[in-house]
């Protein structure tokens, strides 16, 4: 594997780039790259068209919680943001305060819009706070919680976002943030694809400060990935094994699912059912044992997520993953130039993992 520096995955976007409001389902444009770097520019409702029968679709099935709260301080009411990140034990969560500095042990918190009190109980890094409710919060965050649209959507969230915001797919309630790969499907386009013989699974990935925690350290081999719960059923784990054994290919909705079914997969490529807390980064010169294709969006310049893909733009070697690396970054710009939409309400990839079967034949033609 070769050594990479944070900076050889930089690059320009202008901020009017960066989607604001989302598209309707399945009405986003999807840049295809193909195994060799070639590109297409299709449609997300092209995937019928694109994918194969016998290929099947793993998706990631976790729910966004409305997980932003707004709170006061006792006794001077000085207000704090936020963000909660992950239930340790009845009533403890573990929360992002913005700001903290003041929120020592001890600290009373009053939930603006509904009956939650928390004590401040320990003081951790970057901003955290170990929190005890005099409730369950669940059902209350549904009430008063906000959704946790990310930063770069320069907006209050909206009573719209609450839908929009969650994928079709969602039923295990956990992440901070959506899946945005599955937003673009649709029941209309999940029925194009099973009448083409796509099948889809689901795996569960809460997605955490993990995914998207920034890299800042020079070189990338030092960066540390947080933990995040995954599950594989059993379900998924067979129809995966039936996908390979019958030459389908395995492709993944989102990031999230790669790392889940890569952190799942054995020595000999066999996905096994389970369940743990990954820290899998992966880089260039990763060997992928499960994953042939990902439908992504287009990610942060110098992000864990676009090195992650473009690792599966790779060859192991260093000029091969080098030449990876280059095919998405050159696609990046040639989405830029084209106008597409980046982020999380923004437009989608297609990307085959370098050395898999083509799919050239089924790119070629233009929408």
């Known amino acids: 594997m070769d050594t990479w520096l ?14 604001q409001q989302p598209l309707d389902r399945g009405c986003s444009r999807m840049l295809v790259v193909d195994a060799v770097g070639a590109a297409r520019h299709r449609t997300v409702a092209d995937l019928p068209e694109i994918l194969q029968s016998g290929d099947l679709l793993v998706v990631n099935d976790t729910r966004v919680i409305p997980a932003r709260v707004f ?10 943001e936020l963000l909660m990140l992950e239930k340790h034990a009845s009533r403890i969560w573990e929360a992002l305060a913005k700001p903290a500095r003041r929120l020592r042990p ?10 939650l009190v928390a004590e401040v109980r ?18 209350h965050l549904e009430r008063c919680g906000h959704v946790p649209l990310p930063p770069y959507i320069r907006r209050a969230d909206e009573v719209d976002d609450r839908t929009r915001y ?12 959506a899946p945005t790969a599955g937003l673009h499907f649709s029941p209309d386009l999940l029925t194009a694809l099973a009448d083409r013989g796509v099948e889809h ?5 809460h997605v955490g400060l993990g995914t998207f925690r920034p890299v800042k350290v020079d070189q990338i081999e030092d960066h540390e990935m947080e933990a995040e719960r995954y599950w594989v059923s059993e379900a998924t784990a067979t129809a995966i094994r039936r996908t390979r054994n019958a030459g389908g290919r395995v ?17 000999h490529g066999e996905v096994e059912a389970g369940s743990g ?8 010169g990763f060997a992928f044992r499960a994953v042939d294709a990902l439908i992504t969006n287009f990610h942060l310049p110098r992000s864990t997520l676009l090195m992650l893909v473009s690792a599966l733009a790779s060859r192991p070697g260093a000029a091969d993953e080098r030449a990876g690396r280059d095919r998405i970054l050159t696609a990046y710009r040639e989405a830029v130039s084209a106008g597409y939409r980046f982020y999380s309400y923004g437009d989608a990839m297609f990307v085959q993992r370098a050395g898999s079967r083509s799919l050239t034949r089924c790119i070629s033609s233009s929408p």
């Open 6 to 19: 944070t900076s050889e995955f930089d690059y320009n976007l202008p901020e009017s780039a960066i989607a």
């Open 166 to 177: 969650q994928t079709i797919f969602a039923r295990q309630p956990g992440a901070i943030a």
């Open 201 to 205: 699974s689901a795996v569960t990935l």
């Open 122 to 139: 320990a003081v951790g890094e970057d901003g955290r706070r170990h929190l005890r409710f005099n409730l369950e919060i669940e059902s």
């Open 106 to 115: 001890g600290t009373v918190l009053e939930i603006e819009g509904c009956d």
């Open 251 to 267: 492709v993944a909705v989102g990031t999230t699912v790669v790392r889940t079914l890569e952190s799942a997969a054995r020595e």
């Open 71 to 80: 709170a006061r301080r006792r006794p001077n009411g000085g207000r704090v």
């Open 277 to 284: 807390r990954t820290e899998l980064f992966i880089t260039p």
